[in-house]
């Protein structure tokens, strides 16, 4: 039987992209679902291979505004706890983060466009060396503490908590280093272009950096990926 990975979609515009790839070549399945589909509050989280949890514009803190999110939550505390495989990216690595007993919270300020990531000295040996002085696209306004009994992998000059791991099968990354050739991202644009304004930007300059360093850094990602799917048990 072929392995199975399922993607957790909170919004449209926020897929798997670049990391689609790696997966696939792993030999796992892949499956969406979208937190919209009826289906998704008695959908059995422990059960996939893979799972991997996407971002979004919502804060994990939002609970009462989206109801999904602590019907996923309980879900995803009791995958974690049997240190089933889960990827979290951005919105879905601050979900992880919660879900191991941090606090999520707004920062102080948006970090939008692309830069590199410090990757801390322990974890170059490790998958994320591949993304070691890369610049990858950062896209957030949160953050969290760090979860107890976590490795801290990287962080930037704006927040130091840029990526996670829990033993070998968990990891949490708020950076997107799975977009960079994906069409989707014109969407992020038009749906939050104040947070580029926010952050210093403007979009001019976000889509150049894109079109010049989004495929160096999805080739970054994908051999991250690629590593720490060859490294679960």
Known sequence: MSKTALIIR????????GFRVPIEAAGYEVDRIDVSDPSFGSLD????????MMGGPMGVYEQERHPWISCQMRRLA????????????CFGAQMIAAALGAEVFAGPHKEVG?????????????????IAGVPVLHW???TFTLPANVELLASSHLYAHQAFRRGTNILALQFHAEMGLDPRFEAWIEQWPEAVIEA????????????SLGPIAVKAGQAMIAEWLEGLR
């Not at 989280?45 to 991997?52: C, H, S, T, V």
């Not at 210093?200 to 079109?211: I, N, P, T, V």
């Open 78 to 89: 009791l995958r974690l706890e049997a240190e089933r495989p889960t990827l979290g990216v």
């Open 200 to 211: 210093g930007g403007d979009e001019a300059s976000l889509r150049a950096a894109h079109d």
């Open 10 to 17: 909170h919004v449209p515009y926020e897929g798997v992209a």
């Open 114 to 130: 692309f830069h590199s990531v410090s990757v801390h000295e322990d974890a170059l040996s490790g998958p994320l060396r591949h």
């Open 45 to 52: 989280l422990g059960e996939p291979d893979l799972l991997i």
């Open 140 to 142: 957030h306004g949160d």
